[in-house]
């Protein structure tokens, strides 16, 4: 039943094959082009015709040698010959059978091989052989069909094959395999095994092509996508030009679309940013929220993302710097030339964040300024003054008509540069109240462990502070937010005194105002004496606030002259300055002219520094009952009690008669009663006017004094001395009382302004009425 023929041994011209495998019943085209092989065909034309083919192991051996060539091959019948042009031969051949090679007997001018039958062993068909063809007819089926590249006749022509070896010879000589493999399925003797080989590679054949199919789809559906999107994007454009809007528009988005290729910007902004373009691109402008979308895109990319200024971490420089901007100021200086000296150290190190505390005018703000100028950053400043709508410093969602982004990122906007000197002025100003607390925002702005991704509710992508560099400023800490402040370096900046301010005035704040008017040197000079008295008596404060606002009040009036008479030129003296402010506004001296009965001068602190305040008493015919007023707050009256009854407990030995203590009601006022006045430094005040009132002694008007009063007249420590001392020097005081405990507090007075004061240090209140009383009789 084979019709494999019987022969065992021939001899036969050898075609080698390049690439390609000839199986037993397959006819097939060969093109041959080489000389030897040339001459094999010829020679077989002449005999039998037949010839035995068999397959180099590498296509690109041009002249093979017996171990070049696969052993087993198939023997072929030439069925015809067709010269081509340029001498290759075009050969039509059926394989017959397979055979292997014996020997190799001539390699001259074509090759001959002694070859024997490679026989099959066909078994019997039984009924594992059945369910192989079976298998492998149905793989071969749906190769087929998922390939694409068989004609589906040729399924017709394998469904026929009944031999079970002839059949997995034919189905591999359909498939796409590499040589090796084909050679494997020839070599197979077993039938049963060749067919096994046959339904593997099918199987896994199928899988490529499945794979194939996937990355088709995949490829396809993506290209299908972008068309598409191309094609509606050019219908729009046509709609658009019909309705004579497309120009507008696509100039509109085309120029966003530029803008969002130079932000460099990070991938959360960009992903949304582009979804927002391509929402605006879809909306006909007429749309009133065109216009939102429109302004979104335009702010969101006007921030800075990637836009930063290189640091200049000179100390030296930074140091003049400092000394250039402002007069003094040694401490603040130092800690910050310190700081910065950190940061030059450890670049990555998130520090603490600066906040400059101290009364108006004492150059905060512009002591940030010069950080900024110092460091080479940009800077800007936020002033939280009257804050108090989380959403000033967030921002408004979106879905609010009319809504804006926060302030914070308003200011980085601002900035243009993502890593600028940020100063948040006033930060002790803020106030809560229902519409959220914007001190937890604030701390989000400052925290380095959120910052990097602070989110503000307009913008809705998170922006990265984390390269900001924030100072804040306050006129005290007690204001500041406990969690705030408790992140924040504090840096303490007290008041000046009349030096200071002098210097600070000839150095900076007249050249300044000078050049700011538009004004010469020539112009106008300022004798050392005007300055003093604008300081003594046109200006009362801790910093040099409102003596700039007078200097360039003057300067001013000065500019109308040049603007007459290009060569004027003014000199600013004592007797001239009331031509220019007017009257004088603060009397400057002892704060009472003379000595007078019930009538002290204390020393307060205040935010905008010390000050210095006058506590009265008056006695009126009545029942010994206690009156205050001047709104005091609880402490201060119960510290004014204290002091009553210990001058109670000493009416004797202070000299007050009986009639005194009980036939009066006791008044006690404090002047200008528009400031809310509280705390218990004013205890030895309220005590020595009380004693003064009730024993008809005097209290002496160039000693001023504070210290808190316990009931058995101990008198305890008091804060802010410092600014204290420096308000007393202002008032023209020359003596001042103060609590012994507060004597190390005396090493920061400046030295000058000891120099002309005296400090009576007391521990009890028998020595503050020793020093503050005139002796009785001298009144
Ligand atoms: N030590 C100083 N040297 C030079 N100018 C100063 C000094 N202190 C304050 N100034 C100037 O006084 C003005 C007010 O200062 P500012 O920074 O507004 O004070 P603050 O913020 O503390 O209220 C500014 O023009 C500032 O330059
Ligand atoms: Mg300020």
Same mark, same amino acid.
């Given at each position: 039943?084979?019709?494999?023929?019987?022969?065992?041994?021939?001899?036969?011209?050898?075609?080698?094959?390049?690439?390609?495998?000839?199986?037993?019943?397959?006819?097939?085209?060969?093109?041959? =082009?080489?000389?030897?092989?040339?001459?094999?065909?010829?020679?077989?034309?002449?005999?039998?015709?037949?010839?035995?083919?068999?397959?180099?192991?590498?296509?690109?051996?041009?002249?093979?040698?017996?171990?070049?060539?696969?052993?087993?091959?198939?023997?072929?019948?030439?069925?015809?010959?067709?010269? +081509?042009?340029?001498?290759?031969?075009?050969?039509?051949?059926?394989?017959?059978?397979?055979?292997?090679?014996?020997?190799?007997?001539?390699?001259?001018?074509?090759?001959?091989?002694?070859?024997?039958?490679?026989?099959?062993?066909?078994?019997?068909?039984?009924?594992?052989?059945?369910?192989?063809?079976?298998?492998?007819?149905?793989?071969?089926?749906?190769?087929?069909? $998922?390939?694409?590249?068989?004609?589906?006749?040729?399924?017709?022509?394998?469904?026929?094959?009944?031999?079970?070896?002839?059949?997995?010879?034919?189905?591999?000589?359909?498939?796409?395999?590499?040589?090796?493999?084909?050679?494997?399925?020839?070599?197979?003797?077993?039938?049963?095994?060749?067919?096994?080989?046959?339904?593997?590679?099918?199987?896994?054949? $199928?899988?490529?092509?499945?794979?194939?199919?996937?990355?088709?789809?995949?490829?396809?559906?993506?290209?299908?996508?972008?068309?598409?999107?191309?094609?509606?994007?050019?219908?729009?454009?046509?709609?658009?030009?019909?309705?004579?809007?497309?120009?507008?528009?696509?100039?509109?988005?085309?120029?966003?679309?530029?803008?969002?290729?130079?932000?460099?910007?990070?991938?959360?902004?960009?992903?949304?940013?582009?979804?927002?373009?391509?929402?605006?691109?879809?909306?006909?402008?007429?749309?009133?929220?065109?216009?939102? *979308?429109?302004?979104?895109?335009?702010?969101?990319?006007?921030?800075?993302?990637?836009?930063?200024?290189?640091?200049?971490?000179?100390?030296? !420089?930074?140091?003049?710097?400092?000394?250039?901007d402002h007069y003094?100021?040694?401490?603040?200086?130092?800690?910050?030339?310190?700081?910065?000296?950190?940061?030059? #150290?450890?670049?990555?190190?998130?520090?603490? /964040? !600066?906040?400059?505390?101290?009364?108006?005018g004492?150059g905060?703000?512009s002591?940030?300024?010069?950080?900024?100028?110092?460091?080479?950053?940009?800077?800007?400043?936020?002033?939280?003054?009257?804050?108090?709508?989380?959403?000033?410093?967030?921002?408004?969602?979106?879905?609010?008509?009319?809504?804006?982004?926060?302030?914070?990122?308003?200011?980085?906007?601002?900035?243009?540069?993502?890593?600028?000197?940020?100063? !948040?002025?006033?930060?002790?100003?803020?106030?809560?109240?229902?519409?959220?607390?914007?001190?937890?925002?604030?701390?989000?702005?400052?925290?380095?462990?959120?910052?990097?991704?602070?989110?503000?509710?307009?913008?809705? /992508?998170?922006?990265?502070?984390?390269?900001?560099?924030?100072?804040?400023?306050?006129?005290?800490? %007690?204001? /500041?937010?406990?969690?705030?402040?408790?992140?924040?370096? *504090?840096?303490? @900046?007290?008041?000046?005194?009349?030096?200071?301010k002098l210097h600070i005035a000839l150095g900076y704040l007249v050249p300044k105002q000078v050049k700011e008017h538009g004004l010469k040197d020539s112009n106008i000079t300022f004798s050392e004496?005007a300055l003093?008295?604008i300081i003594?008596?046109y200006t009362?404060?801790?910093g040099v606030r409102s003596m700039e606002r007078q200097i360039a009040s003057i300067c001013r009036k000065v500019a109308r002259q040049v603007v007459?008479?290009?060569?004027t030129s003014v000199n600013i003296? *004592?007797?001239?300055i009331?031509?220019y402010l007017?009257?004088?506004?603060?009397?400057?001296?002892?704060?009472?002219?003379?000595?007078? @009965?019930?009538?002290?001068?204390?020393?307060?602190?205040?935010?905008?520094?010390?000050?210095?305040?006058?506590?009265?008493?008056?006695?009126?015919?009545?029942?010994?009952?206690?009156?205050?007023?001047?709104?005091?707050?609880?402490? $201060?009256?119960?510290?004014?009690?204290?002091?009553?009854?210990?001058?109670?407990?000493?009416?004797?030995?202070?000299?007050?008669?009986?009639?005194?203590?009980?036939?009066?009601?006791?008044?006690?006022?404090?002047?200008?009663?528009?400031?809310?006045?509280?705390?218990?430094?004013?205890?030895?005040? $309220?005590?020595?006017?009380?004693?003064?009132?009730?024993?008809?002694?005097?209290?002496?008007?160039?000693?001023? +004094?504070? =210290?808190?009063?316990?009931?058995?007249?101990?008198? #305890?420590?008091?804060? =802010?001395?410092?600014?204290?001392?420096?308000?007393? %020097?202002?008032?023209?005081?020359?003596?001042?009382? #103060?609590?012994?405990?507060?004597?190390?507090?005396?090493?920061?007075?400046?030295?000058?302004?000891?120099?002309?004061?005296?400090?009576?240090?007391?521990?009890? +209140?028998?020595?503050?009425?020793?020093?503050?009383?005139?002796?009785?009789?001298?009144?």
């Open positions: 039943m084979s019709q494999e023929k019987e022969l065992n041994y021939r001899e036969i011209p050898i075609l080698p094959l390049r690439g390609v495998l000839v199986f037993p019943y397959t006819i097939i085209h060969l093109d041959v =082009g080489r000389k030897k092989s040339i001459s094999a065909i010829e020679e077989a034309m002449l005999g039998s015709k037949e010839i035995f083919l068999a397959t180099q192991k590498e296509a690109q051996t041009d002249e093979p040698d017996e171990e070049d060539i696969y052993e087993v091959g198939t023997v072929a019948e030439i069925r015809q010959v067709l010269k +081509m042009p340029g001498g290759t031969m075009r050969v039509l051949v059926e394989g017959l059978y397979r055979a292997s090679i014996k020997k190799y007997i001539s390699h001259d001018a074509y090759m001959k091989v002694g070859i024997e039958e490679y026989k099959s062993e066909a078994p019997l068909k039984n009924a594992e052989i059945e369910a192989l063809m079976r298998t492998v007819v149905y793989q071969f089926e749906q190769y087929v069909r $998922m390939s694409k590249k068989i004609p589906p006749e040729t399924v017709v022509s394998v469904v026929a094959i009944e031999e079970p070896g002839r059949l997995a010879d034919v189905i591999a000589s359909h498939l796409n395999l590499r040589i090796p493999e084909k050679q494997k399925v020839l070599e197979a003797r077993d039938v049963n095994q060749r067919l096994t080989y046959v339904c593997e590679i099918l199987a896994k054949e $199928m899988e490529v092509l499945e794979l194939e199919r996937k990355i088709n789809i995949r490829v396809r559906k993506q290209m299908e996508k972008t068309q598409k999107e191309y094609y509606l994007r050019e219908q729009m454009k046509a709609i658009q030009k019909e309705l004579g809007e497309k120009d507008e528009r696509s100039a509109e988005v085309e120029e966003l679309r530029e803008r969002i290729q130079k932000a460099n910007l990070p991938k959360e902004a960009l992903e949304k940013i582009n979804k927002e373009l391509e929402r605006l691109e879809k909306m006909p402008s007429a749309v009133a929220e065109a216009v939102v *979308v429109r302004n979104y895109l335009d702010w969101a990319l006007s921030l800075p993302w990637s836009t930063e200024t290189r640091d200049r971490l000179d100390l030296d !420089l930074a140091e003049k710097i400092l000394d250039e003094g100021l040694e401490k603040p200086k130092e800690r910050i030339l310190e700081y910065l000296a950190i940061r030059k #150290l450890a670049k990555k190190m998130k520090g603490p /964040i !600066l906040c400059l505390v101290g009364p108006p004492v905060k703000t002591l940030g300024k010069s950080v900024a100028r110092s460091l080479g950053r940009k800077f800007v400043r936020m002033s939280l003054g009257g804050v108090r709508d989380e959403a000033e410093i967030r921002g408004h969602r979106r879905t609010y008509v009319g809504s804006m982004p926060g302030r914070v990122l308003n200011s980085m906007k601002q900035a243009g540069s993502r890593n600028p000197v940020f100063l !948040l002025d006033e930060i002790d100003k803020m106030t809560t109240d229902f519409r959220g607390d914007p001190a937890s925002a604030l701390l989000e702005v400052l925290d380095p462990e959120q910052n990097n991704t602070f989110s503000d509710h307009y913008l809705e /992508i998170p922006f990265d502070l984390s390269k900001v560099m924030f100072i804040t400023t306050a006129n005290s800490i %007690h204001n /500041i937010p406990r969690p705030l402040l408790d992140r924040m370096e *504090v840096i303490e @900046i007290s008041g000046y005194t009349e030096e200071d004496k003093r008295k003594r008596e009362r404060e801790a007459k008479d290009k060569n003296t *004592v007797s001239s009331n031509k007017g009257a004088e506004k603060f009397r400057f001296g002892t704060a009472e002219k003379e000595s007078q @009965i019930g009538v002290t001068t204390g020393l307060a602190w205040t935010e905008s520094g010390g000050d210095i305040l006058s506590i009265e008493v008056a006695l009126i015919k009545g029942k010994g009952r206690l009156t205050l007023t001047g709104k005091l707050g609880d402490v $201060m009256k119960e510290s004014a009690q204290a002091g009553l009854t210990y001058v109670r407990s000493k009416a004797e030995e202070l000299g007050i008669s009986p009639e005194t203590l009980e036939g009066y009601d006791i008044h006690i006022h404090v002047p200008e009663g528009a400031i809310p006045k509280d705390g218990p430094s004013a205890g030895i005040t $309220m005590a020595t006017s009380l004693a003064s009132a009730m024993s008809g002694r005097p209290v002496r008007n160039d000693v001023a +004094m504070t =210290g808190e009063i316990t009931l058995r007249g101990n008198v #305890l420590p008091i804060g =802010g001395f410092k600014e204290k001392a420096l308000a007393a %020097h202002r008032a023209g005081i020359d003596t001042i009382i #103060l609590p012994m405990e507060n004597k190390k507090d005396l090493d920061e007075v400046p030295a000058n302004v000891k120099r002309k004061m005296e400090f009576i240090l007391v521990s009890h +209140m028998d020595e503050v009425l020793a020093a503050a009383l005139e002796k009785p009789g001298h009144a």
